[in-house]
């Protein structure tokens, strides 16, 4: 940022993840050509200013690896960051926090996607993998809050400089939002489609630590990471300290290179809004479909002003066979966001119907994958 001289090594660590570029080519950044804007934030009030800076810098993407606070509440910032997606088409990414328990603000904002911690072991399988006692994950009593966070990412012992390695979802954050530069880059619509790019990254995500198996048909979740749903359907697949689960680049890209993503407008009176979709079956396919949604808030004087807040659609998401038949339901009692996984009987056309209470339009981005 013009003005400020200030070097921070934490900086330059999720910098270097970001768009870091290697001679040999080998240890590139995830989006080594995209152009970086840094600000440093010591404290609340610089954070808006920062904030405004990126915005009127006319960037895509904000990667906020830092935190303030950790109650887990959706406070002021966090809905003023809200309007960010709505008013400037922008994406934000956070991090968790390495706090061990509440999410750091502003990463409960809804419109936010916020990148809990993984730990690879240095293993390549998933049976292998843990959740760090230190990757925040909870919300606060409040009823009035979305479930975070949305995934994880690797956050312990990233390879940094030298040899040395670090560790903190400040280091997960940043492989998100790097992801989300390349999803940009193979499609350009998605910069201003941001409900689009939530589901895109929450269907891609399909593997969890906490998962029994890999994915396969037949695999399920453990009770402690479903969500009860309708009508004996326990099918919600959002875990409590993985969200949607692990950060998959190749098969987000897979879904904006397949276009198995769409980005509506809904007025209230189009719920309950129906898409078809074809969906060819093999005896070891799993289909995952992700509905997220926007909170519309917004702000008049951009500068750290309270945000004028719109309340949050309760939407719910049902997935019906080509015979009718209802196969997945997802109905979350908070949050901006539905999730689906099931063995689709046999190839053909199934219904996807997104319904609840709605009071005014609503911005909403379906992906399958």
Request: with cysteine; charged share 15%; aromatic share 8%.
């Amino acid at each position: 940022r013009p003005g400020d001289t200030t070097v921070a090594l934490h900086a330059t660590e999720v910098a270097r993840i970001l768009v870091g570029t290697d001679p040999s080519g080998a240890n590139d950044g995830l989006a080594p050509n995209a152009s970086l804007y840094c600000c440093i934030s010591g404290s609340s009030t610089s954070f808006y200013s920062s904030v405004e800076w990126l915005l009127s810098s006319g960037v895509n993407i904000i990667n906020a690896s830092m935190g303030y606070g950790g109650y887990g509440t959706y406070d002021q910032m966090d809905a003023w960051i809200d309007h960010i997606a709505v008013q400037h088409d922008v994406h934000f990414v956070k991090s968790a926090g390495n706090s061990s328990l509440f999410i750091t603000c502003p990463g409960m904002a809804y419109n936010a996607i916020t990148v809990g911690g993984l730990n690879a072991h240095g293993s390549d399988s998933v049976a292998g993998f843990t959740v760090p006692d230190t990757s925040s994950y909870e919300e606060s009593g409040n009823s009035d809050r979305p479930e975070k966070p949305n995934l994880v990412a690797p956050s312990v012992d990233i390879w940094s400089r030298g040899g040395e390695t670090v560790s903190g979802t400040s280091y997960a954050a940043p492989q998100a939002a790097g992801t989300i530069a390349q999803m940009c880059s193979l499609n350009s619509a998605l910069k201003t489609k941001q409900a689009a790019v939530g589901a895109i990254l929450m269907a891609s995500a399909a593997e969890k630590v906490e998962a029994k198996g890999n994915g396969s048909t037949g695999d399920r979740f453990l009770n402690s990471v479903c969500v009860a749903g309708q009508n004996g359907f326990a099918v919600s697949q959002v875990s409590d300290k993985e969200g949607a689960g692990i950060l998959d680049a190749r098969w987000a890209r897979g879904i904006v290179y397949y276009g198995n993503f769409w980005s509506y407008t809904v007025a209230a009176s189009g719920f309950p809004y129906n898409k078809s979709i074809t969906i060819n079956a093999s005896s070891n396919s799993l289909t995952r479909v992700a509905v997220f949604w926007l909170k519309r808030n917004s702000v008049t004087n951009h500068n750290a002003a309270p945000a004028t807040q719109v309340e949050i659609a309760d939407l719910n998401l049902s997935v019906y066979g080509p015979n009718g038949s209802l196969l997945a339901v997802s109905d979350l009692a908070e949050g901006n966001f539905e999730i689906v996984q099931f063995a689709p009987p046999s190839t053909g056309t199934y219904t996807i119907t997104i319904g609840g209470s709605v009071s005014d339009k609503e911005h909403i981005g379906i992906a399958v994958w």
